[in-house]
């Protein structure tokens, strides 16, 4: 596995993006609510705690225990307790059903939507962050199966939306810029206009539960 991402400012944390998929699904789980750079950094960041990121032993700590790994300072997300779940809950289905080796999820898939339908599958994985998945695989390590652009919807254009589009500093001010312009227009990352600067977006409660609010969409003109 070898990519051309370039996300978190630190290149050892970018090399094990780049080489490993649990990292990178990792990643891909807590980039919610947080900065990119954050959220990318948390496998780095986990493997230098932990010395490892293997999915089978990190399924089967104790709970508490791999909790108290995430909250260490800096913790790995805003809301450490309900991510160290997901990463759990992502690592017992990925030794359950892939043989502990995120790359089996998209190893020999010829048709985009057994992809997509995998990634559902995991825990924090909706549909949007499937499709953008979708979309870092096949632009920045070059996984394309039949269809990948139709599963990843409006990720897969060329307009600086996501991680996907990110290889250097140059276009993550790109998206960083994108991504402050649209939210300045109500618009979310998929320019859908949108009422209210909170419509449709999944917000984390303290307790760990998720909520989402309701998308609002403008009306077309004449309706």
Aim: hydrophobic share 40%; with cysteine; net charge positive.
């Amino acid at each position: 596995m070898s990519g051309t991402l370039y996300i978190t400012g630190n290149s050892a944390a970018d090399a094990l993006l780049n080489s490993n998929g649990t990292a990178l699904m990792i990643g891909m789980l807590l980039d919610q609510q947080v900065p990119m750079e954050w959220a990318f950094k948390g496998a780095h960041t986990l493997r230098q705690r932990l010395g490892h990121l293997d999915p089978a032993r990190i399924a089967a700590m104790d709970p508490e225990s791999f909790l108290a790994v995430c909250l260490d300072r800096p913790a790995i997300h805003r809301f450490p307790k309900a991510m160290a779940g997901r990463i759990q809950g992502l690592c017992a289905l990925l030794e359950d059903r892939y043989e502990g080796r995120a790359e089996n999820i998209w190893r020999g898939v010829d048709d985009a939507s057994v992809l997509f339908s995998r990634l559902r599958e995991f825990p924090g994985f909706g549909e949007e962050k499937a499709q953008i998945f979708v979309a870092l695989l096949a632009k920045r390590f070059g996984v394309k199966p039949r269809g990948w652009k139709r599963a990843a919807g409006v990720f897969s254009d060329s307009k600086p939306r996501t991680v996907a589009d990110i290889t250097s500093p140059a276009t993550l001010a790109k998206v960083r810029a994108w991504k402050k312009a649209e939210k300045e227009a109500d618009r979310d990352k998929q320019s859908r206009p949108l009422v209210g600067k909170t419509a449709g977006k999944q917000t984390t409660t303290k307790n760990g539960t998720t909520k989402k609010t309701v998308a609002r969409r403008k009306p077309a003109v004449g309706k």
